[in-house]
């Protein structure tokens, strides 16, 4: 009987110390959520990379699970998106009537920027467009339309970033849900 005892209690605390890891793997999650989600609008941090890393620790979890499809999938949506995100300033430009050498600019804009994040993921493209019109001749009007261009870019790859992360935030919060409730 004693035995059954000790063995019932070693069984409860590694089910406590299970449960305790759980809890903290889900609280990280979620905190990775909320840095994923300012990670979108502060460029300095990688948005939709922190809120997929959300889905692994959940997954971690008894609370989650996730197929290896829809992990491998959004893994892929969050590589593109992130890819892209860094690529359509630079297309804002040529869009707006920018040159190669505005494009060009935007390009290393957002390379010196990163060095200057946050403000200067920002500025950098807009200012490297603007910059690489003037040298190659173009009027003020055309550089900052081209600038204006990296900056519908900017905004766009933010709205992207927003969108997954929200949507990586639905399927974190919806199968926590249906894991504690059902």
Known sequence: MLYLQNLFSIF????NTVMIFDILLVVLGFCFLVGGCIG???PAMPGPPL?????????A????????????ITAIVTIVITVVDYILPAWGTRKWGGSRAGTI???IGLLVGLFFAP???IVGPFAGAV?????TGRNTDAALRSGFGSFVGFFFGTIMKL???MVLTYYYVKELIVSIFI
């Open 12 to 15: 409860e605390e590694l089910f």
């Open 40 to 42: 979108c609008i502060i």
């Open 51 to 59: 809120s997929y890393i959300a889905l692994l620790t959940l997954q």
């Open 61 to 72: 979890t008894r609370f989650a699970d996730f197929s290896g499809k829809f992990l491998l």
């Open 105 to 107: 600019g935007a390009i």
């Open 119 to 121: 403000i200067g993921i």
């Open 131 to 135: 910059v690489g019109e003037l040298i």
């Open 163 to 165: 969108t997954l992360c």
